[in-house]
Structure formats: structure tokens, C-alpha cells
């Protein structure tokens, strides 16, 4: 039996919400949502581990669409935590009445486009079938776990878990010893809270990391309140920044302040805590001078909290610009490593060579654990995509298409892919930009897209070769204009996965530039899409 549909949204996060959302209740078409969680919440409903919680500030991580959900909710912390996160997620998807027209527990494992019908063929892991005209990828940027394939780790007697994969009972760590692998947002952010319950946390660093103070706390009555006022500023602040915050990237440049001054900026940035840091200076991203004056201020706070010397020398000892790697920003991170039953261990001068049935074994020996946590990230950005088996027109396989890299018009359509949309894939701000402000700019312009082409009795809309030969073109030198390619084991490089073609994968010009580049695109009928 094949289910015959307008369109289908694949994935039940931000993203795939919305878009359902817009497509059944803007545009009437008949369409379904298919989510391989057990409920909404996309990223959230997989990333349960200790200490999960936004990098966002919650007045600017949610809907910003239905001036009635915004009036409704009230968020309680400066970073919303997962647990949050998942209600306000719930309470959206029930005020839309979303839930009947997701399939839960429904993973797509293909998706084939049949050029003489003109539709999409998808395919589940519970062997349903459906034929749509219009697919909609809403599959999230770090859905498709890494974990390193160290060997041995099947005979390892102990518990081990993925942070991206956490079990929703939760793990009880009391009494245990516990290997942690990986320090980046998620390490970083699990860390201090595994080490508070543990008998003993072992952390294996390979890349050392940057990271600054959230400075999370309960939001003042006063501050709920000023949301409640200024939902509408709030928004409207979140366009008109480069990552869709509602903070401003300060003018000044660090190369040109005194560094006195330099240094009274930065300890105030500090003191105010989150992603904000980054916006201290304008040039930060862009020069490496610039840069240095940052990274320098964050390695030495990093040696006066962390009270070993040579704790502090590793941890301390970061090979990158600040930022080029995605920032964390955390609660006690550095801290953590005073406490007395917390170790790290160097794995890039003595890396993992396996995991033995007691623990994990490095150059230098054997470091027994009774439970691995795997903070090892993700397949980021094309592993969500390729894992769907997506076929276009002749046949050709996306995994081909993409060998070298993801090749992509505006990051939302792919040559020989018709009716094919992509929400926040590579090619677009995405990652780089607060996601829900990124997820409506897209979700507005695909659902746009295909109101116009209904409206004008077309069939088909698919990327034109030579935009996305430009595109590509333009995503790439876009990055080399800042110093983001230059963190080697970034994810956003495809680097942390062995055999991963290093492509910078995100759009860094910037949210305005992408939005207005999108809006001109289709006032100008869809100039680079073939429209049939
Ligand atoms: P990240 O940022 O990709 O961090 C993964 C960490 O795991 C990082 O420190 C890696 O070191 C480490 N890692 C990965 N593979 C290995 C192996 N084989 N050996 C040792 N260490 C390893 O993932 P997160 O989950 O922390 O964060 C992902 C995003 O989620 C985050 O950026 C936010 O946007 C939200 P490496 O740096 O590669 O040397």
C-alpha cells in the first residue's frame, strides 16, 4: 500500500514542525511529517545527556512566527535546558495540533525520484511507502551520531552511550568510574555535571578547546516580563544580525583598541558570559591579529581558574583560532578540573588505540572505566542527508553527487533533485546563524516557493547546474574571507569523520546577505531554478 500525498516533511524537530505547519495550514495541501523519534523535538529528543541545554538565550530560541505561541510561553533560565526545551516543544506542536499528522517511530531509509510521474517515492524502516509531488528534508545538521570505530569497544564489559543517543531513563553514575571522550559544546557542557555525581571522570581530550562562561541563572520577573513587552523588537533584532541573535557584533576593531581598554572589554564580556563574547570586536573573525588578542584572553583565564600547571598547560594548549571551531560556552568547565576526582588524559600525543573489556586503552596504557561516554559528535550537516538514500532524476544517487563535497543551490534545492527542498542543509547559515531564525527564513521561502508554483500551474522547480556551480563557488570563498577554515578538526570542515571530503559546509556570509540573496532570487521568478 502506497500513500499518496502533496508533500511529505521528513523529520519532527523546529524545523519539520513548522514546515508542516505551513504547508497543511497555509497552503492546504495534504501533507504528513515522518520522525524517527518517539515524539517532537528533533536534536532535543536525542540529546538527553547531562548538562544538554541551548547555547542560545531563550528570549531568542523559539517560534517567532504566531504572535500567539510567543504570548503563551515564558521560558525560566537564561539558556533554555533540554528538558525545557522538549515542552516548549510539545506545547507548540499541541496549540498546532501537529501530533496527528506525524508518523513517530518512522525512519525514512529511501527516497527515489520517478522522472516519468513526476513524484517522490519514499520509503520506511517499517516498510511503508509513500508517493509525493513535493519532499521536504528536515533532518537537522548533527542527527547522525559519531562513534569512532575504536576496536574492541563490543567486548568492553561496562555501559557505554552516545551523547546524541542518550537513554531517557537517564544513566546513573553514582559510584562509578567514568571515561568521557571528546571535549567539545557537549563534552564540555556534560563534564562538570557527570564529575559532580561520579566516583571518578576521566576525560579524553585530543583537541583543546576554547571555551567561556554561560553565566546561566533563572530569568528575573522583570526580564519575563520585557520579553512578554518586547516579543516584537526581540524579532525583529534577530533579523537584522549576521547569526540571527539579538545581540549586535560591536563595531570597534581589536587590532585598533589599546589593549588596556582591549583587555577591560573582554573581562566585561567574560563577566557577562554566553556566545556574545564573540561579538566584542568586529574583526575577530576576520583577522588573525584580531584574533590572537581573543584567544589569548580566554588560554590565560583558562591557566588562572584550572589549579594544576599541567592540567592548565593542556588545556590551555589550543591549536585554533577562538571560533573557528563552533564556540562552547559552559557552566564550571574549566573548574571541573580542581576537583579531586577528575583526571584528563592527552589523546593527541597518546591517542585511543582501542577499548579493552575494562576501559579505554591508549598509547599509554590501559585507563579502566565502568561506563563510556561517547561526546564524540557527529556525521555533521551531509550525514542527516545521506543517510535518507536519496535518489534524483536517472537514477543518480546523492551519495554520488556529493562524494567531493555537498553541492547545493542557496543550500535548499539540488541539481537533478526536482521538488526537492532542504531545510538548513549545507550551503545555507545554518549552524552558523541562532537556528530557529534560520529554520523560518527557510521554511518561509520554500513554503513561498511552492504556494507560487501551485499558483501558477507549474509541476516542477530544480536547481539549474551552473547556479549551483556558483553557489558552491561563493559558499567557498565566502568562508576563506574569515578564519573559520582554519580550524583543521572542525566539524564544520567534515574534518572529526575519517574519509570526509574537508569542505567548509555552512554559508558565512551571514543571515542578512543569505536572506536578502533568497528574497531577490524569487522576486526575480526564481532566477538559477528551472521552473516547469
Ligand atoms: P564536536 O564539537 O564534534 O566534538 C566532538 C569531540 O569528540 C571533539 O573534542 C573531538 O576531538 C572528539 N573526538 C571525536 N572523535 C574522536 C576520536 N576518535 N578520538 C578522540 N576524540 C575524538 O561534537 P559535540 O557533540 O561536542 O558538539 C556538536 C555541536 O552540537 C556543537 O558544536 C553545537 O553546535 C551543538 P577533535 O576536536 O575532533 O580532535
Redesign the pocket.
Known amino acids: 500500500m502506497t500513500t499518496e500525498l502533496d508533500a511529505l516533511v521528513i523529520g519532527a524537530g523546529f524545523a519539520g514542525m513548522y514546515q508542516l505547519h505551513c504547508l497543511r495550514d497555509r497552503l492546504g495541501l495534504n501533507v504528513k511529517a515522518l520522525e524517527a523519534g518517539g515524539g517532537v523535538g528533533g536534536t532535543w529528543y536525542w540529546n538527553r545527556y547531562p548538562g544538554a541545554r541551548c547555547?542560545s538565550e531563550s528570549h531568542v530560541y523559539w517560534y517567532t512566527f504566531s504572535e500567539a505561541l510567543m504570548n503563551e510561553w515564558e521560558w525560566s533560565e537564561r539558556y533554555p535546558g533540554q528538558a525545557e526545551i522538549m515542552r516548549y516543544l510539545n506545547f507548540a506542536a499541541d496549540k498546532l495540533d501537529l501530533k496527528k499528522d506525524i508518523s513517530f517511530n518512522t525512519r525514512v531509509t529511501s527516497a527515489r525520484y520517478d522522472d516519468a510521474a513526476n513524484r517522490w517515492h519514499v520509503g520506511t524502516e517499517n516498510g511503508e511507502s509513500y508517493s509525493v509531488k513535493y519532499l521536504v528534508t528536515a533532518v537537522g545538521c548533527?542527527s547522525t551520531a559519531?562513534v569512532?570505530k575504536f576496536p574492541g569497544l563490543e567486548n568492553f564489559k561496562g555501559d557505554w552511550y552516545h551523547?546524541?543517543q542518550w537513554p531517557h531513563e537517564g544513566v546513573d553514575f553514582t559510584g562509578k568510574r567514568v571515561g568521557m571522550?571528546?571535549?567539545?559544546?557537549?563534552?564540555i557542557q556534560a563534564a562538570p555535571v557527570i564529575a559532580a555525581q561520579a566516583k571518578h571522570l576521566t576525560v579524553?581530550?585530543?583537541?583543546a578547546?576554547y571555551s567561556v562562561p554561560a553565566r546561566n541563572a533563572p530569568l528575573a520577573s522583570e526580564f519575563k516580563q520585557y520579553v512578554k513587552q518586547n516579543a516584537k523588537g526581540i524579532r525583529a533584532a534577530t533579523r537584522e544580525t549576521l547569526n540571527g541573535m539579538a545581540f549586535k557584533i560591536e563595531d570597534r576593531k581589536a587590532v585598533e583598541t589599546p589593549a588596556e581598554e582591549r583587555e577591560t572589554l573582554y573581562e566585561a564580556a567574560w563577566e557577562r558570559g554566553g556566545l556574545q563574547f564573540r561579538a566584542t570586536f568586529q574583526d575577530m573573525m576576520v583577522s588573525k591579529e584580531a584574533n590572537d588578542t581573543a584567544a589569548d584572553f580566554v588560554k590565560r583565564k583558562i591557566r588562572s581558574i584550572v589549579k594544576d600547571p599541567s592540567v592548565a598547560a593542556l588545556l590551555s594548549d589550543i591549536d585554533h583560532p577562538y571560533a573557528a571551531?563552533?564556540p562552547p560556552i559552559d557552566t564550571d568547565y574549566f573548574e571541573t578540573y580542581n576537583r579531586d576526582n577528575v583526571t584528563l588524559v592527552d589523546?593527541k600525543s597518546k591517542?585511543?588505540v582501542g577499548i579493552s573489556e575494562h576501559g579505554i586503552v591508549t598509547d599509554d596504557g590501559e585507563y579502566p572505566v565502568d561506563i563510556i561516554v561517547f561526546?564524540?559528535?557527529?556525521d555533521a550537516m551531509t550525514g542527516p542527508m545521506l543517510r535518507l538514500n536519496l535518489t534524483g532524476r536517472d537514477g543518480v544517487a546523492l551519495k554520488d553527487v556529493w562524494e567531493s563535497g555537498p553541492r547545493n543551490y542557496l543550500g535548499l534545492q539540488i541539481a537533478g533533485f526536482p521538488n526537492l527542498f532542504t531545510i538548513t542543509g549545507p550551503g545555507s547559515p545554518s549552524?552558523l546563524c541562532n537556528m530557529p531564525v534560520a529554520i523560518e527564513q527557510h521554511v518561509d521561502w520554500i513554503s513561498q516557493c511552492i504556494e507560487h508554483m501551485r499558483d501558477n500551474g507549474l509541476e516542477t522547480i530544480e536547481a539549474k547546474p551552473e547556479a549551483v556551480d556558483q553557489w558552491v563557488a561563493e559558499v567557498n570563498e565566502l568562508a576563506n574571507k574569515t578564519l573559520l577554515p582554519q580550524a583543521k578538526?572542525s566539524?564544520y570542515l567534515g574534518a572529526?569523520i575519517p574519509g570526509k571530503p574537508r569542505v567548509f559546509m555552512p554559508y558565512a556570509g551571514g543571515m542578512v546577505r543569505y536572506r536578502e540573496t533568497c528574497d531577490d532570487v524569487a522576486a526575480k521568478g526564481y532566477e538559477g531554478f528551472a521552473l516547469a
Do not use: C, E, M, Y
Open positions: 547555547d548533527l559519531n569512532p551523547t546524541g571522550i571528546g571535549t567539545g559544546s557537549t563534552g579524553f581530550q585530543r583537541t578547546n571551531k563552533r589523546v591517542p585511543i561526546a564524540t559528535g557527529f549552524v578538526h566539524w572529526n
